[in-house]
């Protein structure tokens, strides 16, 4: 049987849901004070079981994206706020190779503003 975690996977249209898959991989094997829970219906990514980030995929345009909790603490020049106060989101062209070195700029910048 599936956990409701796999099943929020599970149940994502191509090409979002491997790419979302690939980005779980990625933000799990990133660092190992990372782990993973289901949190308002998305998967979210804790650092010492404290919201660090999440992945979700935009209504409008059916892009993924990494969401930074904290991310108006980060600068970077690919996170984008639109009208969020706290978050910030980066975007992932499902049909491309995933850019795991600004991934893991972002990750790193993240994880320094968490352990702060």
Not at 5 to 24: F, W
Not at 75 to 88: A, F, G, I, N, S
Request: aromatic content about 10%.
């Amino acid at each position: 049987m599936l956990k409701a975690l796999d099943l929020y996977y599970e149940k994502q249209e191509e090409p979002a849901k491997v790419c979302l898959l690939a980005l779980r991989h990625c933000i799990l094997h990133f660092d190992t004070s990372l782990t993973e829970a289901l949190k308002y219906g998305m998967p979210f990514f804790l650092c010492h079981g404290k919201m660090f980030c999440y992945l979700w995929t935009d209504k409008k345009t059916k892009q993924p994206y990494i969401g930074i909790v904290d991310g108006n603490k980060i600068e970077h020049p690919l996170l984008v706020q639109d009208k969020r106060e706290r978050m910030k989101v980066f975007y992932i062209d499902p049909s491309k190779d995933l850019p795991i070195k600004t991934i893991h700029q972002i990750l790193k910048l993240a994880l320094k503003v968490r352990k702060i």
